[in-house]
């Protein structure tokens, strides 16, 4: 971690839930401790961004200038023709490419042959001689000085990018960068001369080393986490990146999950809602449609103290950060559209949408604010960099024929697993009967039971209830082994419509 003129204090939390390995999260909270953002990943997940691929081109489209490659895992990738440089692609070749953006709403991943292999301070861009310096840098000297030391550090034949967190970085730590870089370059080049297309040549670090590499500042103040392996990970990364100015680590080892002791978990069910309420009285609503997200500011309960151009004022201000942060949350990208409320003043609407434009300068995905439209709208884009949170939770409704939105299988059975965790710590049950939604009993079943009986040394009989809501479940009986056996070879008498699932029987 560096320091410089700008260092900030340290206020802000990191708080990591990595107990379970099907999906680990980390969420960072504000210095008000406020969920500010969420990263999830699961163990299931294919095709992350960063990868890259040896994949063999199945077939060019002309009409939509674009072709689609075999990545030998998952649905094919998406390549624009314009991103090749010499414009050459046919069905049965093989290229070298690069995952930009992961698979979304049953579309595949979108891939490059322009790869690059990102480092904690430089980007090392193969087949490329630039030399480039994060436009969040602003700090005219240091921007020259860093450019100056790429220059000297870059190899031949390759192009490096200097990245923000590198600000008034040491020239020893960005060769260090240079060297470990070169060195994974390399073992990309071996593993592609080596293996044949379509295949998997290079995943990108993990989630907490691709966190901690990209996120933490001096503004981090401290960690805390609920693995002891992730722990002692943590602690060789401060060691070697952040030896003078490393934030306060902490293993968590509590019985209530860590998330429920930050409050986060709460926080993250709020964030699904449609209705976003702010301090004051006012609300949010926020409507997330396919290309496009619109947001509308409502006066609600508040109503001011002095005039009615006041409230307004005070309102859209108020609006505007939580939005910044909505958005950030969310990780929504794209087309924004907001409806705030009508201001008569154009100086007002000149201040508001550059306020807007300030919450959004330090924002990791790029975003541009334009001014009011005609219709006294104001419109914003916002680079996708990640699937956003809505699509990496929930999917579309199978009761309504999509016309809804319902918490994906997997959402739902880490759920399932967390309630489980907190009925297990303290109690001498030997085994659990849970009555679930028969998709959910039989999605469980299939992918986590044997894993989960194994960590928690319990065993657990899911019961499906067709009139259960999707994400709706409960203990129905828990006690010796025996005595659930019984009780579940009762209720198969009783009920016949109801199936139970466990491992003896799969």
């Known amino acids: 971690m560096n320091s410089g003129p700008h260092s900030k204090k340290k206020e802000i939390k990191l708080i990591v839930n990595v107990i379970d390995p099907e999906e680990m999260r980390i969420a960072i909270l504000d210095e008000r401790g406020r969920l500010d953002n969420l990263y999830i990943e699961r163990m299931l997940e294919r095709q992350r961004a960063g990868e890259i691929y040896k994949a063999r081109v199945d077939s060019v489209l002309p ?22 440089w010499d ?11 690069q995952v930009l953006k992961t698979p979304n709403r049953g579309k595949g991943a979108r891939v490059s042959p322009r790869v690059s292999l990102a480092g904690r301070y430089l980007v ?24 100056s030391v790429a220059r000297r550090l870059r190899p031949d034949g390759y192009g490096l990018i200097v990245r923000t967190m590198a600000e008034y970085c040491d020239e020893e730590s960005l060769a260090r960068d240079v060297s470990e870089l070169m060195d994974e370059w390399a073992e990309v080049e071996r593993k592609a001369k080596k293996n044949t297309a379509p295949c998997l040549l290079h995943r990108d670090i993990g989630l907490v080393e691709r966190i901690l ?36 680590v902490s293993l968590y ?28 009285g006012a609300y949010l609503v926020v409507d997330q449609a396919e290309a496009l997200t619109v947001i509308d500011v409502n006066t609600g309960k508040y109503i001011g103290s002095k005039d009615l151009q006041d409230t307004v004022y005070h309102t859209n201000f108020e609006a505007a950060e939580e ?7 969310r990780a929504i990208g794209g087309i924004v559209v907001i409806d705030f409320i009508d201001m008569e003043s154009p100086d007002d609407r000149n201040k508001l949408v550059e306020s807007l434009q300030e919450l959004f300068r330090g924002d990791r995905c790029k975003a541009r604010v334009f001014g009011v439209t005609a219709l006294g709208l104001v419109e914003i884009t916002r680079k996708r960099a990640r699937l956003d949170m809505r699509s990496i939770m929930s999917r579309s409704c199978p009761f309504c024929g999509g016309l809804g939105w319902v918490d994906k299988e997997e959402t739902v059975a880490m759920k399932v ?21 028969p998709a959910i009993a039989r999605y469980i079943a299939d992918t986590y039971l044997s894993m989960w009986e194994e960590e928690f040394g319990r065993r657990f009989y899911l019961a499906e209830y067709p009139e ?15 005595r659930v056996v019984h009780r579940v070879e009762v209720m198969e008498r009783r009920e016949a419509t109801v199936v139970v699932h466990s491992t003896t029987s799969a």
Do not use: C
Request: no cysteine.
């Open 63 to 84: 009409g939509m200038n674009a072709a689609f490659l075999s990545l030998g895992d998952g649905r094919n990738g998406f390549l624009y023709l314009n991103d090749v």
């Open 87 to 97: 414009g050459v692609v046919k069905p049965g070749m093989d290229m070298l490419v």
């Open 124 to 147: 090392l861009v193969p087949s490329n001689r630039d030399v480039g310096v994060s436009k969040r840098i602003e700090d005219d000297s240091e921007r020259s000085r860093l450019r």
């Open 213 to 248: 590499r990209d996120e933490l500042t001096d503004s981090v103040g401290e960690i805390v986490v609920d693995s002891q392996d992730e722990f002692d990970n943590i602690a060789a990364f401060m060691e070697r990146f952040a030896p003078d100015a490393r934030p306060e």
């Open 253 to 280: 080892k509590g019985s209530m999950p860590v998330f429920d002791v930050y409050g986060v978990e709460r926080a993250i069910e709020e964030m699904h809602d449609r209705k976003v309420w702010l301090p004051s």
């Open 323 to 329: 939005i910044a942060r909505q958005l950030r949350l």
């Open 417 to 437: 697993k967390r309630f489980l965790r907190k009925a297990v710590t303290g109690a001498h049950s030997e085994a659990f009967l849970v009555e679930l939604h």
């Open 468 to 482: 259960y809501a999707w994400d709706k479940f409960k203990i129905d009986f828990q006690g010796t082994l025996s």
